[in-house]
């Protein structure tokens, strides 16, 4: 069995050291779903859920996430970002949240991204607990992730 790349030798956990890899342009995309009543969708959309505008705090809570991730997941680097964009899509029983995560760094944003999803997803039913009972959160996961090859 191949070592973690998460533990020392002594088997504790550690940072991955990243210094020896190129700094390179990368991005990486993850998407979820919160599951909504058809009332509690056209209250957001109408803009009169009891808490205030839902999908603007709720994209604000995810790209204050996604900058944050490293103080989220203990054995992630803190990335400088260049981008961020959480995006809002219909589903047929709620909405979908797109979020895409761009950086120049030794190491990828998926972990970014998929938090910029939680904390939108999480911020979202945050703000519509009080109207619907029935809320779920599912599906969040990384969609894609790329990186130049040319080295940035």
């Known amino acids: ?85 959480v995006t809002f899509s219909d589903h047929p029983h709620g909405l979908t949240i797109t979020a895409t995560v761009r950086t120049t760094a030794r190491t990828g944003v998926e972990m970014e991204a998929l938090t910029a999803v939680s904390a939108t997803a999480l911020t979202l039913y945050d703000m519509c607990k009080a109207v619907d009972k029935t809320m779920s959160i599912e599906g969040i996961r990384l969609v894609s992730k790329t990186k130049a090859e040319n080295g940035g």
Not at 14 to 29: I, L, T
């Open 1 to 85: 069995m191949s070592r973690l790349s998460h533990l020392d030798d002594t088997g504790a956990a550690r940072m991955v050291d990243v210094s020896a890899k190129p700094v390179v342009a990368r991005e990486a995309v993850a998407e979820g779903t919160v599951l909504l009543q058809p009332e509690t969708l056209d209250l957001i959309r109408a803009g009169k859920m009891p808490k205030g505008e839902v999908l603007a705090t709720a994209r604000i809570a995810g790209i204050q996430g996604a900058k944050r991730t490293a103080d989220w997941i203990p054995l992630c680097h803190p990335l400088p970002l260049s981008g961020i964009a």
